[in-house]
Every structure is written in C-alpha cells, then in structure tokens.
C-alpha cells in the first residue's frame, strides 16, 4: 500500500514535475529494494520479491527485467509498468480474498450457466445447417513491378524468374492503398455476387499474416463495409490462412447459427520483403480475395465434402517473419531498443527445403481430404493451389495424377500473395465460368508455420 502510494503521481501536475517526481518515487522504491534483498529473514522483501516475479508472470524474464528496471533513465513505460506492478503487490492480499470470495460464487453460478446452456440446447433456436460459396470477389493493387524492373534492383533476369517460378509480374500496395482497402473492395465485390447486404453478414474471418493493425484488420474491415452486426476477427495461419478460414467459415455455418459468413484471404507482404534478396523479392506481391459463406436449407446441400488441417512448428525456421531480434533471443537492454525490437524482419526463406515440402505436403494433404469425402483424385475437376512456383504446383498436379487443364493458375500475373493466392485463384476460375455448378474442386495451401491445409468443395 505504502509503495503503491509513493508511485501515485498526480495528473493534474505539468509532465516535468510528473517526471521528477517518479525519479525520486523510483530511487526510493530501489532504496527499499535494496534494504529488504540486505534483510535475509525479512519476509516482506521476500514476498515482495514473489510478488514481483507472479506479476510478470511468464511475459518477461526475471533477470532481463531487473536490469531493465534499475537502468538509470525512467520512461513512461517503465512507469507504468512499475506501477502496474507495484499495484499488484498491494492488491495481493486483496487479490487473495477476493479469488476466495471469486471462487465460492463461481462454484455457485457454475450450476446455474451448465443449466442455462443445456436449457439451449434443448431448446435450440438454430440447427445445423449445410455451406456454400455464394459470392466470390478479388483485388489488387495498381501498382505492379515485372521482372526486368526487378533486375535493375538484384543480378536477375526474367528468364530466370519465369523459368524456375513461372512468375511475370507482381502488384504491390502504393499512395493510400492499404491491407484494410484491398479487403473492402474484395468483399463488396463478393457480397454483390452473393446478393447478401453487409448487414446480414453474422461473421468475418481475415486471413492474414501482414495486417494493417497488431489487433486484427477484420474490424477495420467490417467498419469500412458496414457489417454492424458480425463478429471479425484474424486468423494467422500464413498462405494457408485462406483454406483454413474457409473451413473455419464453413463449420460456424454447419454447427448452427450463423447464415452468412466472409472469408477474406489478404497479404501485403511487400512491406516485409528484402528487395535486395533475390531470392525471395522476386516471389512475393499483394493482393486480396474474398468468398460468402451461406447457409443452405440442408445441411446434404453443404458444399464442403473434405478437408485436412496441419501444422508443423519444429519446421517453422525454414519460412519466418520474426519480431527484430528474437532470432538471436534478444532481450530488451533498453527503452529506446524496446521500440526497435517491436518491429519485424524481413522475410527469411530456407526455398530448397519450403520447396521439397511443399511437393510432397500438397498432394498428401488433398489425397486425405479426397479419403474424407470418399472420392478418387479422377473426381476433381478443377485443383486450386497456394500459388507459390508453377513446379510446385506442376508437382502436384503430376502426383494426383491430374492433368494440364484442370489446374487453376495466375502465378504469372500476382506470384506468390500468400493468404490471397487461393481466392484470388478461385475467384478468375469461377468469373472466367470454368467453375460451374456441381463441379469439385479441391484446393490447397501450405507455407509459413510450417502450415499445410486443404478442403473439396462441390461448386
Ligand atoms: N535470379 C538469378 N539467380 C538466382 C536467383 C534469382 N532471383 N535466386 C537464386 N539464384 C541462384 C542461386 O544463387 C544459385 O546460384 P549458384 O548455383 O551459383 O549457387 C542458383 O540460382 C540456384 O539457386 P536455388 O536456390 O537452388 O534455386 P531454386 O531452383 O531452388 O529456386 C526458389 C529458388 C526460391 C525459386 C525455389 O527454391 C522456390 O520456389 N522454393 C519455394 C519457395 C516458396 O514457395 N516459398 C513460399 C512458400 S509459401
């Protein structure tokens, strides 16, 4: 309580008396500090100390935050942070009381919510329902760069890209086009195909790796289209995020309750590509698509017939975007670094290996959605795959025994748009008309995480 109160700082004051006043706050707390580490048998030093480390919880480590902390210069985070800190030593024993008293009435209401929630589903308002795609939309930027652009820039040629990527030409985001712009005109354009109202859209899944803001782009997203009434949120499963969210989308709607749901697959990874490394600048660009999920009458009307689903972490090095200095397990050795080490690398690509899993995660990952739906790799007619390198997707298709004209392919046009790559891919099939009803096809993504996903859908 007593050094809660030493930390109060009045905030009626001007800032540099706020600031003197923490310093000598701060010299007093260590002064404290220091007395109780000099008392052995004090057991308030040692509960303070205890305190200190459960405040932290797992979020920082011990001896990196002591140093942070008894390093001469105050800021307003450390303030904070301390005072937070400092708070909650005081509230401990309040804290203690309270969990005691918490946890009586959660034993109590807990009988009651159970209660509740078998009520509803004994009196369910909503029953299972079947999916489809209803509305298919895409965007992107009007800035592109080719590839002779690109070998001003690196030792490179367009012979070299086209050959071992299939890749042309890549668009990239400029003046005020942003992650959030992209997704708005991907949307609007789906939600006319499907002829369903912003308003009616119950929920909205952004999968993306590069969003416009640290907490999610979806609420951006659904503020700029005027989807009051659903939930958003991101999803982060790098160039699979798009099939994951799709099966994610598809299940809100099979589970009940929900009758239309946009899955957006969006990326600007330009902003963490190293346009000096050639052998990543040349493969990635941006772009967006977006799909409408709507509830069918029955649910044997659901359009999904398959998927599959992995994650490989102990391969995650192969494929990063870290935050600066993790790699090297930094830690932050002062207030201004803090700032520095908030941001993130550039991409890092080990291509030989991303390249080997890709050719066999791919057609393993489509053969189990094809062992879900109980079909045979001959039943689909059009393979939508992450559009990563034309081998690749040549790889997969030779795999499944599938020829030329049943792959989808635009990789010349965006290259590699990561979450975007597969609706953007869909989204040319279906308005080019090649996708037409009663048509499967299945679709496939893999990448960073590592990731590797894959669904069927009868069209
Ligand atoms: N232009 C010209 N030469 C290049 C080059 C470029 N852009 N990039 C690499 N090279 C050179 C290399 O330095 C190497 O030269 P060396 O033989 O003198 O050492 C040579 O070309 C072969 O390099 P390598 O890395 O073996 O080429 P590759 O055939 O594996 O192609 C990728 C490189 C990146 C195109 C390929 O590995 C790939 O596409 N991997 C998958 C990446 C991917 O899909 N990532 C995203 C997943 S979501």
């Not at 859209?201 to 009051?228: E, H, M, N, R, Y």
């Not at 660009?285 to 359009?303: F, H, I, N, R, Y």
């Not at 039943?379 to 081998?391: F, G, S, T």
């Not at 869909?426 to 990448?447: I, P, Q």
């Amino acid at each position: 309580m007593q050094m809660c109160a030493l930390l109060w700082i009045n905030a009626s004051r001007t800032s540099t008396e706020r600031e003197g006043e923490r310093e000598r706050s701060l010299l007093r707390l260590r002064g404290r500090e220091e007395a109780g580490k000099r008392d052995e048998s004090s057991s308030s030093a040692e509960s303070f100390r205890n305190s200190f480390k459960s405040a932290l919880r797992a979020r920082i480590e011990w001896r990196s935050f002591i140093h942070h902390m008894s390093s001469p210069s105050t800021t307003m985070m450390r303030v904070s942070w301390r005072r937070a800190i400092v708070g909650s030593v005081e509230n401990t024993t309040t804290n203690n009381r309270r969990a005691r008293q918490h946890e009586k009435t959660k034993r109590k209401t807990t009988t009651t919510r159970h209660a509740t929630k078998c009520q509803t589903s004994q009196t369910a308002s909503f029953s299972p329902k079947g999916a489809k795609i209803s509305g298919v939309g895409k965007a992107l930027p009007k800035k592109f760069i080719t590839n002779d652009d690109l070998a001003k820039l690196v030792e490179t040629n367009d012979e070299w890209i086209r050959t071992r990527t299939g890749i042309g030409k890549r668009h990239v985001i400029s003046g005020d086009e942003t992650l959030t712009s992209l997704a708005e005109e991907a949307s609007l354009e789906a939600l006319k195909m499907a002829n369903v109202n912003p308003e009616d859209i119950d929920l909205i899944i952004v999968a993306t790796s590069s969003p416009d803001d640290l907490f999610g782009s979806a609420c951006l997203l659904q503020s700029a289209i005027g989807a009051k009434g659903a939930l958003a949120y991101d999803l982060t499963a790098a160039c699979s995020g798009f099939v994951v969210g799709l099966v994610n989308g598809m299940h809100y709607i099979r589970g009940g309750g929900y009758e239309n749901v946009l899955v957006v697959g969006a990326d600007v990874l330009s902003r963490y590509v190293d346009w000096r490394d050639r052998g990543t600048c040349i493969l990635f660009g941006d772009g967006c698509g977006a799909v409408v999920l709507t509830a069918t009458s029955k649910v044997e009307e659901c359009s999904l017939l398959g998927f599959d689903m992995h994650s490989d972490g102990s391969q995650n090095h192969h494929l990063t975007a870290k935050v600066c200095g993790a790699k090297a397990g930094k830690v932050w050795q002062s207030d201004s670094e803090a700032g520095e080490l908030t941001s993130y690398d550039n991409i890092g690509m080990n291509g030989q290996d991303v390249f080997k899993f890709a050719v066999r995660a791919v057609p393993m990952t489509i053969k189990e959605s094809l062992k879900n739906a109980n079909m045979q790799p001959e039943e689909i007619d059009h393979l939508v795959l992450h559009q990563a390198n034309q081998r690749i997707i040549d790889a997969a298709a030779q795999r499944l025994g599938l020829g030329d004209d049943k792959v989808v392919s635009n990789i010349a046009e965006y290259g590699n748009t990561s979450a975007a790559s597969v609706p953007l891919a869909l989204c040319e099939a279906v308005e080019s008309g090649n996708v037409k009803r009663g048509d499967v096809v299945a679709m496939a993504g893999f990448g960073a995480g590592l990731t590797w996903a894959s669904c069927l859908l009868k069209w």
